[in-house]
């Protein structure tokens, strides 16, 4: 199955917080039981959170009690603004949820039934496009792969944080596909371990080479001349290219540098946010102590430290070397360039949206 | 009691894999028992396990069935060929089994029992000189430490890396000692997180201001001006000042820079390697996969997932601003100046071994 899909008036995701040691799956009827799944990291990635919103929408509106347009309309906002508080940094989610308001809103009808119609098709579209895109954006980037390359990845950027084929495990994908012969270095990446917990799985599953690192590898593998490209993924870009993504992805980018490899950061367009001129500020969300001293049930670090544990970091535009979306490859000036990626969103035929809008 | 010990026959030490959920001293008779230990990290840190070597080859001397001085250098030897294999990158080690082998050389009876007597002083000699050392560089580096700073350190190169006071942690009590209003930033150090267990107990139990963090945030601390100074310890420097340490401390040195923050190694010079032109040349421990797969008994990542796993990385001397010995801190040109704090070692008056040798 998908990461995450709508089954007559169900929502089904599988439990991230579980792999690789058990695979299952969980299904939520009510919003609120999506928006802890998203605060929890059942389900989690940008691109992820922001479907598993829309779908919470879709339940809202499949089981409101309204009786008017206004109603519903009302009944959504409320619910829209607990999803909403549920993780700050990535900014699909708010993307997502405005997406699903603006729609019920533009809903040509008074018939709450068709509003709601409306409702559960769009985050079905919603969706359905992230899977398009996540193809289009790993075409895009598997043009940066070559034949033998070591790719260097952080967190996870995989089917399990979008909706099926993943962004960096999209161009991972597209370019294995080809036929390249590529191998994955995997970042642990402390302290969810995404990467040994998610990436690691979803590779080995489809055989792709891949070795797991302590996060601490990674710049001793860039001065040993053992990488050739670092791929990360993206919780939102400012205007400037600034990008905020999983607390050690700016060090990955440092040391590319430092070390003459190039870094990308790969994310769909949703990811952009225009309204920031620059990474500084962008929301960076701190999660609970207990994520550092407690790996499930067993503590490792004196009972009572203090811990400090952003889950985001902020990557300056200087080092990214350029940004592969769903409507190419986007390069400094970002300023500009970024603007020129997010304005195609709204015409690219792709985009069933915008046909189905009109 | 100290991280090691010597009494009456046995050496004890402190179960540094028990820490800090418990505190367990074991005690050794048997030199291949101390190999183990050393080989398992029960006691790690470059100053730490040159020691335990030292108390290894004491063990020997007063356990030797030898009844003369061939023999009884020919069991030393054999027993200095075993501790050699237990770990490959911390040069103390190395150091201070050919100092021991030295003394008993050197000792000018063919009594059997005057060599032992004469390694067992030794080795009691080295492990006092070691806590001199330390207090000693705690000095020096503690001119480094300005009121109000916030420090940043990697691994444990505190009181459990070494005899009693630390190198690193050495300097943090220098300056916590003066009166110094500081804060330490405590890298947990995956994979076998000697930050969260060992720095963060060493700091919390001493009340010095601290915060653990996971490795991946260190970067974003200096980024978002939450650093004053970096310090990390050495496991072996090469004559130009190329720094072996613990996996993760390269990053660190080029993220230091980058952001225009000090970054210092604090080691004795038992740690200086002169036969070894340049850090490519250290040797670099690669341990068990499990390390990184599993914490304590759970494991965190798909079973059979490939892994790489190196113990070490070597920090180029460019990103070094100093390297904070017993005799003064060290500053580029390396190649010069390192020859010439090392070379003070046979002088110094501190150094009780070149007395008690005359």
């Not at 402390?190 to 891949?210: D, H």
Request: with cysteine.
């Amino acid at each position: 199955m998908r990461t995450i899909e709508w089954d007559d008036g169900v929502v089904k995701m599988i439990d991230q917080r579980k792999l690789p040691l058990e695979y299952a799956v969980v299904e939520f009827s009510d919003y609120r039981e999506v928006a802890q799944a998203i605060r929890e990291m059942c389900i989690r990635g940008a691109p992820a959170i922001g479907v598993a919103a829309a779908f919470g929408l879709a339940l809202v509106a499949r089981q409101s009690q309204a009786t008017n347009r206004e109603q519903l309309l009302a009944d959504l906002e409320e619910a829209a603004s607990v999803l909403r508080e549920t993780r700050p940094t990535a900014v699909n989610l708010f993307w997502a949820i405005e997406r699903m308001l603006d729609r019920a809103r533009q809903v040509d009808s008074p018939e709450v039934e068709a509003i709601a119609d409306a409702l559960v098709a769009e985050a079905q579209l919603l969706a359905d496009e992230d899977v398009e895109i996540n193809k289009r954006l790993g075409a895009y980037g598997a043009e940066l792969i070559a034949d033998g390359d070591n790719i260097l990845t952080h967190c996870n950027a995989g089917r399990l944080a979008t909706v099926d084929y993943g962004t960096v495990l999209g161009v991972v994908r597209a370019a294995h596909e080809q036929g390249k012969r590529i191998h994955v270095w995997v970042d642990e990446t402390r302290p969810r371990l995404q990467g040994a917990r998610l990436t690691a799985w979803e590779l080995m599953r489809e055989g792709i080479p891949m070795t797991l690192i302590a996060d601490n590898t990674a710049g001793h593998l860039m001065y040993t001349g053992q990488v050739d490209i670092v791929l990360f993924g993206a919780d939102r870009v400012a205007a400037n290219g600034d990008v905020a993504n999983k607390i050690g992805s700016y060090k990955l980018a440092v040391l590319a540098r430092e070390n003459g490899i190039p870094c990308y950061s790969v994310s769909p367009t949703s990811t952009v946010d225009l309204s920031l001129a620059g990474g500084d500020d962008i929301p960076i969300e701190e999660r609970d102590a207990r994520e550092v001293t407690y790996i499930r049930d067993v503590p490792i670090a004196p009972e009572g430290v203090p811990v400090y544990n952003p889950a985001f970091d902020v990557t300056p535009h200087r080092y990214i070397t350029g940004i592969v979306t769903e409507n190419g490859i986007v390069y400094p000036p970002f300023e500009v360039n970024l603007r020129k990626a997010v304005g195609l969103r709204s015409q690219a035929r792709f985009f069933r949206t915008a046909r189905s809008r009109r």
